[in-house]
């Protein structure tokens, strides 16, 4: 009765036109809402999963230009102007139920190759905890919690942690992005050794790639504690070249 009460009040939001979800009891509004998000499909770059738009092409021109050092990922959705307001909302309006949708997308997309890893255990990229203490959350640990309902493989979230509160990437362009990273991540050193022993596949999630740079910075840390193999999932990501 007091959930029926609590979904009266305050009804679920739809992700995508971000008005009350109908029917009530779906995560997304069932009149055609769902198709405005553009799933990511092939062709796309076989290292970000970037979509590219000459089919014959296996790398877009950022990862034929830079090595990475995470291995590879994906991404579920393009992003666009109606992505673009999801998410701002997911993160900054406090809209935090739209990534019981985000991640149970995302565990159906690509689920079963999370499985098929080797001891896989998803670690969510950290927010500074002053972001978070105005925040209230972290997106990406959202995301990876309802992945982690839907597929088995535990969380992380105690071991890659923030150290400079950075500015916004979206604000920034490729240097500055790279020299605004420097230094930004580390790990709690305590926790390294036994996630090292326990799993032997990182999973990196994220709600956006946009250079790449944030997983980067990640990835590198994680390299210099020595995990061997690191891949990422993200909610969405621009076109490819």
Request: net charge positive; with cysteine.
């Amino acid at each position: 009765m007091w959930e029926a009460v609590v979904s009266l009040l305050y009804p679920r939001r739809c992700p995508v036109c971000q008005e009350a979800v109908l029917p009530r009891n779906a995560l997304v509004c069932q009149n055609g809402c769902e198709k405005r998000f553009h799933v990511i499909e092939e062709p796309r770059c076989k290292c970000c999963g970037k979509p590219l738009e000459q089919p014959r092409q296996e790398y877009c021109y950022d990862c034929r230009k830079t090595p990475h050092t995470f291995q590879y990922g994906y991404a579920m959705w393009l992003y666009d102007s109606t992505m673009a307001r999801s998410i701002a909302a997911f993160k900054y309006k406090d809209r935090r139920e739209y990534g019981e949708y985000y991640g149970s997308c995302m565990a159906k997309k690509y689920g079963k190759w999370l499985c098929s890893l080797e001891c896989p255990v998803l670690v969510p990229v950290p927010v500074h905890k002053r972001r978070y203490r105005k925040r209230g959350y972290n997106q990406a640990q959202v995301l990876s919690e309802v992945i982690s309902r839907k597929t088995g493989i535990p969380v992380a979230a105690d071991w890659l942690i923030r150290i400079k509160n950075t500015a916004p990437q979206k604000e920034l362009d490729d240097q500055e992005r790279l020299k605004n990273l420097l230094q930004a991540f580390g790990v709690r050193e305590e926790k390294t050794s036994f996630y090292i022993r326990k799993y032997r596949s990182v999973i990196l999630i994220d709600d956006i790639y946009t250079t790449g740079s944030t997983l980067e910075s990640c990835a590198r840390i994680l390299k210099q504690q020595g995990v061997h193999h690191i891949y990422f999932l993200c909610m969405s990501i621009g076109q490819g070249m």
